[in-house]
């Protein structure tokens, strides 16, 4: 079947977490006929109720039981990081496609793990949403591949937000379990950087912030990746709610809602009021208030993005795309077409339907949590660290020189 044919045979999806994560990707998989929900695993007795009243179908409280039901084709994993691992895996060995929300795994020995297991069992797995899937930046990538503006030298990309004030589980805040901002919001980063230079990391410098002794954690990141063809990325990113770069895109949000010019501060502010922050975070999940806020205006995005070709600087915003060319300005507009992550869904769709490769395939995630973890030994080491290619060019070692 390709993706032409009329008939849609929609992907019956489980679902393993039924947090944050889940809550975002809720509208994207009840609109759209390609994908249905058809199971879901918690050990939560509220969440598997308000399943059930939601989905017609029973929640499991054992993973294992899910992925032994034959009537699921796929599984979409957004657990906390470190269980994607153990998740993922068993997922592959139940013969499941995978959907795993980023990061892929927090150690390249775990992604190693998951890129061994997709060869074994011959099914995919699919790392996302991410913002690579934004339809922006895809547009722009094709626009760099076409090659009409020369080869692409660099990538400027910066965002600040506040996200380390939003309410957190413990974990999320603690490097140990992967925490703080390098493997939650670099891999959104470095997916970008890795579709728009279209080539392979090989090196990569980089330091970490951690700025707010009240609130101790990885907070900020800035560094430098080097593509092997010749493309150099610079990604800065800073959770500390104090500049917010939701203003270079109109006050639209990374979620491509739109956004109060005037809610300077609302997030520091609103944590200072929480008495049980594990409480409060659960109750942005599944089965509790769960609120979802706004409808999506424009396309999602992850902040402000420069990209320097020969010919041109060309900007992908929420909106469109700025092209800054040798012979003039353009804009692209790219108005939003229902969801701004149907893209997850399609790929999803061409790997369980159609039998293609995925494009953020675990190989590529492998890459990915590669190019963080190269990150923190750049900054341990403050020196540049190597990604030396494998002799399949799939994935990476890292080394140092
Ligand atoms: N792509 C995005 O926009 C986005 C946004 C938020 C989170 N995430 C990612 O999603 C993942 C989860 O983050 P979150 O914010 O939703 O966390 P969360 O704490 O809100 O949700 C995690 C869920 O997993 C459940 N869980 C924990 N252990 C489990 C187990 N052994 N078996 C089954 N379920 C288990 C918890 O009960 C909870 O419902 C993280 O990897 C995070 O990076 C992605």
């Known amino acids: 079947m390709t993706m032409d044919d009329s008939e849609v045979n929609p992907v019956r999806l489980g679902i393993v977490g039924l947090g944050r994560a889940f809550m975002l990707m809720l509208p994207t998989f009840m609109g759209d006929e390609r994908v249905r929900i058809a199971g879901a695993a918690t050990g939560s007795l509220q969440k598997q109720r308000a399943f059930a009243a939601q989905f017609g179908h029973s929640a499991v409280s054992d993973t294992a039981a899910l992925l ?69 930046i895809v547009e722009a990538a094709k626009l760099i591949a076409s090659g009409k503006y020369g080869p692409v030298g660099m990538i400027n ?9 939003r309410p957190r589980r413990p974990e999320e805040l603690d490097r140990a379990h992967g925490g703080g901002v390098v493997f939650n919001q670099g891999a959104h980063h470095v997916d970008i950087l890795m579709t728009l230079a279209g080539s392979m990391p090989i090196g990569v410098y980089g330091s970490v ?43 639209i949000g990374e979620l491509g809602t739109r956004k109060a010019a005037d809610s300077y501060g609302v997030a520091r502010q ?32 992850f902040g402000t993005i420069i990209i320097s070709c020969e010919k041109a600087d060309i900007k992908p915003t929420a909106e469109g795309i700025h092209i800054y060319a040798d012979d003039g300005y353009e804009f692209i507009p790219l108005p939003l077409e229902g969801s701004p992550r ?20 675990a190989a590529r995630g492998y890459l990915n949590v590669a190019v963080c973890e190269a990150l923190y030994e750049s900054f341990r080491h403050r020196r540049r660290v190597a990604l030396r290619p494998d002799e399949e060019g799939e994935s990476a070692l890292v080394t140092f020189v």
């Open 270 to 301: 609103r944590l200072q009021q929480v008495d049980n922050e594990v409480a409060a975070k659960e109750s942005r999940g599944f089965g509790d208030t769960g609120d979802n806020g706004p409808a999506a205006v424009a396309h999602e995005h």
């Open 209 to 251: 912030g951690d700025f707010d002794s009240r609130r101790p954690c990885d907070g900020a990141y800035s560094a430098l990746v080097e593509f092997s063809n010749g493309c150099v990325g610079s990604i800065t990113y800073s959770g500390y709610a104090h500049y917010d770069s939701d203003a270079e895109q109109g006050w």
């Open 68 to 136: 032994a039901n034959p009537d699921i084709d796929a599984v979409y994993i957004a657990t906390p990081h470190e269980l994607h691992r153990q998740n993922v895996v068993d997922a592959l060995r139940a013969n499941k496609h995978v959907l795993v929300e980023k990061p892929m795994t927090i150690t390249s020995a775990d992604a190693a793990a998951i890129t061994g297991a997709v060869r074994e069992s011959g099914r995919e797995v699919i790392v996302g949403p991410s913002h690579s899937f934004d339809k922006p």
């Open 157 to 165: 990309a910066h965002y600040y937000t506040d996200f380390v004030y």
């Open 342 to 361: 149907a893209e997850v869904i399609s790929e999803l769709y061409r790997v369980v339907r159609c039998g293609e490769k995925p494009v953020h395939s």
